[in-house]
């Protein structure tokens, strides 16, 4: 347990749907991230909140669709994606200040797209 | 961020010291040395870090060369629970990078009986 829960941890959707992805984190922190893990690739950086405020969007497609209602929550809208989409979504936080802070990590959704 | 350099694998036997070595030849003085290790479908999960001295903590032990430009993550007593892949990663600390985590290929390291 890292204090970063994911739900659902398992999704099976067609193109056509819509869905979300939760996350939460338990921990104070107040930067959360939004990571996809494809098969056989490195982990890529999709979104970065910081105070409830995105600083980062790492060139994603429009049907993925981000938000962040307050620091302790994260949510990942899904709409028409695609087969290509299928990956495991992970989630972190850490907490902003000065130094070194590691990130901590949610278990992931894995999500496949029919 | 500077880029490192792992093997792809490597194996180890239960019990035994699991020496992971990874090259950042580019590394600046800023840059911080991370490791994470994800345990197959699982999220990362942070081991350890260091800047220029040699860090040790209840998971492992981080051995930094005195040019930086290559360090070596050291798990004493390897267990069947270590396998996993893993991750070293270098980042700058100061502001304005939104302190993200760059995850190239990683080792993965198997433990064997």
């Known amino acids: 347990e890292t204090g970063v829960t994911q739900t659902p941890r398992h999704l099976v959707m067609g193109m056509t749907n819509k869905k979300s992805l939760k996350c939460e984190q338990h921990?104070?922190?107040?930067?959360m991230y939004w990571y996809k893990q494809s098969a056989k690739k490195p982990l890529e950086l999709m979104f970065v909140y910081n105070f409830k405020e995105q600083t980062e969007n790492n060139s994603v497609p429009s049907r993925f669709s981000p938000e962040c209602p307050n620091s302790s929550h994260l949510f990942l809208h899904l709409h028409t994606l695609q087969p290509e989409d299928s990956a495991l979504y992970l989630c972190?936080?850490?907490?902003?200040?000065?130094?070194?802070?590691?990130?901590?990590f949610g278990p992931g959704t894995r999500l496949t797209v029919l | 961020d500077a880029k490192t350099t792992q093997p792809p694998s490597m194996d180890c036997a239960e019990g035994r010291a699991a020496n992971l070595p990874c090259n950042h030849s580019?590394?600046?003085?800023?840059?911080?040395v991370y490791w994470y290790r994800q345990i197959h479908s699982q999220g990362p999960q942070y081991i350890i870090h260091?800047?220029?001295n040699n860090e040790t903590n209840e998971m492992a032990s981080l051995i930094i060369t005195e040019d930086r430009k290559s360090s070596t993550l050291i798990l004493p007593h390897a267990t069947l629970r270590d396998t996993a892949v893993y991750y070293c990663i270098v980042r700058d600390n100061s502001g304005g990078s939104n302190y993200k985590l760059t995850f190239g290929k990683g080792t993965l390291l198997t433990v064997n009986p």
């Open positions: 972190a936080s850490r907490k902003l200040g000065s130094g070194p802070n590691e990130q901590f």
């Open positions: 580019t590394i600046s003085g800023n840059e911080y």
């Open positions: 260091g800047l220029k």
């Open positions: 921990l104070g922190h107040n930067a």
